[in-house]
């Protein structure tokens, strides 16, 4: 995978662009489930609302937000995959 353009190279993409609340979020979660601790998964969203609801499912599951870019169009989050998340 190419590196972004904050110079961090992710593990997986999800694009989660024209997808409403929850869904990005709920995409991420099975995309994070699949992944080694540690890994990086790169989303991109449209859904105002994205940077509040992973936000708030990281500070729930222990998943680390590592980066987040409210572009003018596009949201780029980058989430590193917790050793041993917390089930919600």
């Known amino acids: 995978m190419t590196e972004t353009s904050n110079n961090i190279t ?3 993409h999800l694009d989660a662009k024209g ?4 869904l990005p979020v709920l995409k991420a979660k099975v995309a ?3 992944m080694q ?3 990086i998964l790169y989303v991109e ?3 105002p609302h994205a940077t509040i609801d992973f936000e708030a499912y990281c500070a729930r599951t ?4 590592v980066s987040l870019l409210e572009g003018d169009e596009v949201i780029e989050i980058f989430v590193s995959r917790a050793a041993d998340p917390k089930k919600i």
């Open 19 to 22: 997808l409403n609340c929850p």
């Open 62 to 65: 222990g998943h680390e937000i």
């Open 37 to 39: 601790p540690g890994e």
């Open 10 to 12: 992710p593990d997986q």
């Open 45 to 47: 969203a449209t859904d």
């Open 32 to 34: 994070l489930n699949k």
